[in-house]
């Protein structure tokens, strides 16, 4: 999956996805880390698998 803008000839790409083969293994290690990192106090809760 892309975020894409522009023009059809000269796209820009904002953002892309991870392929979907890695992505289970990418958030089992984003998770845990995001969960442990200080936050701002306007945020709340934690992100669950």
Do not use: C, K
């Not at 820009?12 to 969960?35: G, K, M, S, Y």
């Amino acid at each position: 999956m892309q975020v894409v803008s522009g023009r059809v000839d000269r796209p820009t790409v904002h953002f892309e996805a991870p392929p979907r083969a890695t992505l289970d293994d990418q958030l089992a290690e984003f998770i845990p880390w995001f969960n442990q990192t200080r936050h701002d106090p306007a945020y709340s809760g934690e992100v669950e698998q």
